[in-house]
């Protein structure tokens, strides 16, 4: 199998069977963000233990892009701490923007977004989640 068929089944099955996904009533929703280029449109709640990231629930209607990055997120940042999260959401931006790119061990799944930086137009796709994390997380801190 090419590299590229690998990432591309990984995002399906994110985008088929998104993790930590459920459906978010408009006024339940501590974020929501939409993407007009794309037509994305994510809902996210976070629950913040201590230091720890608790629980995320995303509620995603758009793109593969943008349901396979939220998936992974969710995946990834669930019962870590809120520090590392924050610094790895923001290293995965600057990547997507064009920074420094991240290693496959600091990535995982992740890696399979990493094309998306080929597509100026996708790369909202891939961060939006992030950055409704981050929100979400600057919320229930303030
Ligand atoms: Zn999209």
Redesign the pocket.
């Known amino acids: 199998m090419q590299l590229d068929e690998i990432y591309q089944e990984i995002i399906l099955d994110h985008y088929k069977h998104p993790r930590h996904a459920r459906i978010i009533a408009e006024d339940e929703a501590l974020v929501n963000e939409e993407?007009p280029t794309?037509?994305?449109h994510i809902k996210l709640n976070a629950r913040l233990e201590g230091d720890q990231v608790a629980d995320v629930e995303i509620d995603c209607q758009?793109?593969a892009?943008?349901s396979a990055s939220a998936s992974m997120m969710a995946e990834r940042v669930v019962g870590q701490p809120i520090t590392a999260v924050m610094k790895f959401s923001d290293s995965l931006i600057e990547m997507m923007r064009g920074g420094p790119v991240l290693s496959e061990s600091e990535l995982g799944d992740l890696t399979a977004l990493s094309g998306v930086r080929q597509y100026p137009l996708?790369v909202k796709?891939a961060t939006m989640p992030w950055h409704a994390l981050e929100s979400a997380i600057r919320r229930l801190r303030s």
């Open positions: 993407n794309c037509g994305d758009g793109c892009i943008c996708r796709c």
